[in-house]
């Protein structure tokens, strides 16, 4: 390459800066140049066609695949998904909406509510599998779409500036030419061809500029929803399907607290029935033996003493009841922690 023209590609490039060109590109720009006859009317015609075709081309794809988009389609399952699973935790007796187990309820009914929602649950899970793997799907297409626009922006670039290089070189060709009307004519047309060329030519890579924005944008979009999908499938549904756990383990220890009630009265009532029969047993013994050559004041002492005795079991048997009571509910408190701990350890993991 000559060093005048070497320089001269240099100059344009660092003339233009917008057009983002490097050292690199100047091989295509002397390529493009030669595309350019002054003699041939048709060559400025034909100048730039396949680049411009390939961007209106993709401007095709893009609007197709903009109306074939279900991205509305998966907001709207979504919005869905999230009114059925507050549905089924609407009770049938009031309008409110609570968690169905908080009502009074066994562990079989709970099990058959939740098989009955869990099959429409899962099938609604699948139905946004499918939209998220579309959506990705989506988004990898437009990342080559967007991969082609930024080829199609930088071709138009290099020729730019080889129409504007070709431009100038006639216009010194102008300013050193004869005296000829006719070519002065000639020469005129073809660098205001060349320059409203070059315009159209700039139009085009701004259009490509915008598009690359517009696929973009779309990209955001469609991983955006994605990643909604994503939370709905691996999130919320499972810790909607977790809730049969929590009401399992609230209905078993319900029972169990109520069996331990149940157990705990008995208990009470045999005590007491036991401390009735001593009662009994005791008087008439000292009946029995009232007539015996003991004193009157020994015998009133010693029932004194058996008296502040059995006073003494009752007392001991009610704190020993209270501290039962209080080892029960203790236990019954780190039995709730440790659930609540193993719980929140299977969320987190």
């Not at 562990?107 to 899970?125: C, F, G, P, T, W």
């Not at 059995?310 to 408190?333: A, C």
């Amino acid at each position: 390459m000559e060093k005048e023209k070497e320089i001269g590609y240099l100059r344009v490039i660092a003339d233009n800066p917008t057009l983002e060109l490097e050292t690199t590109d100047i091989p295509q720009i002397e390529t493009s140049i030669a595309e350019l006859d002054s003699n041939d009317i048709n060559s400025i015609t034909r100048y730039g066609l396949d680049t411009q075709r390939k961007m209106a081309e993709l401007s095709q794809v893009m609007i197709n695949n903009l109306n074939n988009s279900t991205i509305d389609e998966v907001d709207d399952t979504l919005k869905e998904t999230i009114a059925y699973l507050y549905g089924i935790e609407a009770d049938d007796d009031d309008d409110r909406r609570i968690l169905f187990w908080k009502r009074k309820n066994n562990a079989v009914a709970i099990r058959k509510k939740y098989d009955q929602a869990s099959k429409n649950v899962d099938s609604i899970a699948k139905t946004l599998e499918e939209h998220q793997v579309r959506l990705i799907r989506d988004c990898a297409f437009l990342n080559q779409m967007f991969e082609m626009n930024q080829d199609y922006y930088r071709q138009a670039g290099v020729k730019i500036a080889a129409i504007k290089m070709k431009t100038d070189e006639l216009k010194l060709k102008r300013k050193g030419a004869t005296a000829n009307a006719l070519e002065d004519s000639w020469l005129n047309n073809i660098i205001d061809r060349m320059e409203r060329k070059a315009v159209e030519l700039e139009l085009s890579r701004t259009v490509s500029m915008q598009q690359a924005a517009q696929i973009r944008m779309l990209q955001t979009n469609f991983a955006v929803m994605a990643d909604k999908l994503q939370s709905t499938l691996y999130n919320t549904i499972p810790l909607w399907k977790n809730q049969i756990i929590l009401a399992l383990g609230a209905e078993h220890a319900r029972q169990a607290a109520q069996t331990d009630m149940t157990i705990n009265d008995m208990t009470n009532r045999l005590l007491i029935r036991n401390a009735e029969n001593l009662k009994m047993v005791t008087a008439e013994t000292q009946r029995a033996a009232g007539n015996s050559a003991v004193d009157a004041s020994t015998l009133a002492e010693t029932n004194r003493l058996l008296i502040e005795s059995l006073d003494e079991v009752v007392r001991i048997q009610s704190e020993n009841r209270s501290k039962r009571e209080t080892v029960e509910r203790e236990l019954e408190r780190i039995d709730r922690e440790m659930k609540y701990g193993i719980l929140i350890d299977k969320e987190n993991q």
